[in-house]
């Protein structure tokens, strides 16, 4: 079961991102390593509209693999990622700040009301 709802995993490399993640569009994304049987999310992220190219920021760093999913709108990836946010425990993660809402949304956090 896909515990996440995102993609499968692939390895943090520019050619696996440009493979996996086609054209230009907001996102939310995962980020950690990953075992045959296991991803472990260390950090969530998104993007408000190049996903693509938020990702290639990423690789050479610590994290070795990645899983994402592509939006219509900044708004429901923002949604998204505030649910992964708290599903995965929150200062458990890497990035223990609460995601920041797009600007010029007044989106609050469905699940703790944030308007950070």
Avoid at 41 to 49: A, K, L, P, T
Avoid at 55 to 77: D, N
Avoid at 78 to 103: I, M, Q, W, Y
């Amino acid at each position: 079961m896909n515990r996440l709802g995102l993609s499968a995993a692939h390895d943090l490399t520019e050619k696996e991102i440009d493979g996996a993640v086609v054209g230009i569009s907001p996102g939310v994304y995962a980020l950690g390593s990953n075992t045959p049987d296991v991803f472990y999310v260390d950090y969530i992220g998104r993007s408000d509209n190049d996903l693509n190219g938020q990702l290639k920021q990423w690789v050479g760093g610590k994290y070795t693999h990645f899983k994402f999913g592509l939006f219509p709108s900044a708004e429901e990836a923002f949604t998204k990622e505030c649910n992964l946010f708290h599903d995965f425990g929150e200062t458990a993660l890497d990035n223990s700040v609460h995601p920041a809402r797009p600007n010029g949304s007044n989106s609050k956090c469905p699940r703790c009301g944030a308007l950070s």
